[in-house]
């Protein structure tokens, strides 16, 4: 069965928005630390943003530069990336993880005019 499954991805202009979900199982979803990576054509998987079951701590890549929120809903078993301001650079698919080593399938967020 599926363990993790994104969703949300699609096509949006610059400048715009999207939110990305991941949706968990309770057993992945325990996992004290899961996060967003994304990868493009031709690009190295790349890890977007992380956030801890202690203490919710997260962090970030420097390309965010403040325009992406990781956060986590603990009844819903989900995980999300708000990404505002969005880029064409950051056009590429986008996959949930949960440590140690669980992945969905990816979601693809194109930036475009």
């Known amino acids: 069965q599926v363990q993790l499954v994104e969703s949300g991805g699609g096509l949006v202009q610059p400048g715009g928005s999207l939110r990305l979900s991941c949706a968990a199982s309770r057993s992945i979803f325990s996992s004290n630390l899961m996060g967003w990576y994304r990868q493009a054509p031709g690009k190295q998987r790349e890890l977007v943003a992380s956030i801890r079951n202690s203490r919710g701590s997260t962090n970030y890549a420097d390309f965010v530069q403040g325009r992406f929120t990781i956060s986590r809903d603990n009844a819903k078993n989900t995980v999300y990336l708000q990404m505002n301001s969005l880029k064409p650079e950051d056009t590429a698919v986008y996959y949930c993880?949960?440590?140690?080593?669980?992945w969905g399938q990816g979601t693809q967020v194109t930036v475009s005019s």
């Open positions: 993880y949960a440590f140690p080593s669980a």
